[in-house]
């Protein structure tokens, strides 16, 4: 089955403390103007897909390279949608390279999978020894609150630091025991993963660091919400939560990333600005 095809280069250099974006693009995704926020020194972007969703056979395509020392922060204005499809698959990739001694952080707003619907998301990051990076993922499965379940279709989910790890999931709308198990989803019908990554065996100092800091906050996280925060690899922390709505699972995720970058990085909390919209 034909669809659209949507591509999107990035591509972050970093000149006299200044991060800028240059990027090129085919088909309905563009991004929006940079901005800085937080000064020069971190270029903010916003992805916007006007189409709003994928459906069988459509692609989008992002490609970003983020060169040395710059730093780039990108999100979304609204949820990534796939769509119910008769028949094709929908996709949307992204590969990320990220240089020496630069950082990026991947933040978009969560994905939808709706009832029926075939969809991949796909994501490949390539960090230099020096790089650091934090990426997160958040599915949402149906829409209860409209009471528009997640009953039929599929959602292939990739998200893969080149190399060192790998997280890969089939979400099969007909398999109770995943959907509904208590080895499953238990009933929950949002997924989210935040990852903290780096080109080198983080320190142990920074990796005991990054765990306590995300332990402190899911510790006190709302009733219904499950969540727990190890480190697969001496370069990986990962946080994993289930939820029974986005919005927690979103508010624990944003908690995180805050103390992460105050803590890791000496950031200050600066969330995009398309976030209080």
């Known amino acids: 089955m034909a669809g659209w095809l949507a591509q999107l280069q990035i591509d972050y250099t970093h000149n006299a403390s200044r991060t800028t974006a240059k990027f090129s693009h085919s088909g309905p995704l563009r991004v929006l103007q940079s901005l800085y926020p937080e000064g020069d020194a971190v270029c903010h972007n916003v992805l916007v897909h006007p189409p709003s969703g994928l459906v069988g056979g459509d692609t989008l395509d992002i490609t970003l390279n983020v060169d040395a020392h710059a730093h780039a922060l990108l999100t979304t204005p609204g949820a990534t949608r796939f769509y119910r499809s008769e028949q094709g698959l929908a996709t949307q990739q992204v590969k990320a390279h990220v240089g020496d001694g630069a950082r ?28 650091e990076m934090m990426a997160w993922d958040i599915t949402a499965l149906g829409l209860p609150n409209a009471n528009l379940p ?36 238990a009933k929950h019908r949002c997924m989210a993963t935040l990852v903290l990554a780096c080109g080198s065996d983080l320190l142990r100092e920074r990796r005991d660091l990054a765990l306590a800091l995300a332990r402190e906050l899911t510790e006190v996280a709302p009733a219904g919400l499950v969540a727990g925060v190890t480190s697969p690899h001496p370069r990986v922390v990962v946080l994993r939560t289930l939820s029974p709505l986005v919005e927690p699972a979103q508010t624990l995720l944003r908690g995180v990333w805050a103390a992460w970058r105050r803590g890791l990085w000496g950031m200050s909390n600066v969330p995009p600005r398309i976030w209080s919209m």
Do not use: K
């Not at 075939?118 to 790089?131: C, E, I, K, Q, S």
């Open 150 to 185: 997640f009953e039929s279709g599929q959602l292939q989910q990739h998200m893969e630091m080149s190399g060192v790890w790998l997280e890969r999931g089939l979400l099969d709308a007909q398999d109770t025991r995943l959907m509904d198990g208590p080895l499953g989803l």
């Open 104 to 131: 990026l952080e991947w933040l978009p707003l969560e994905t939808i999978a709706y009832n029926g619907c075939h969809g991949l998301n796909h994501a490949v990051f390539d960090l230099a020894p020096t790089a």
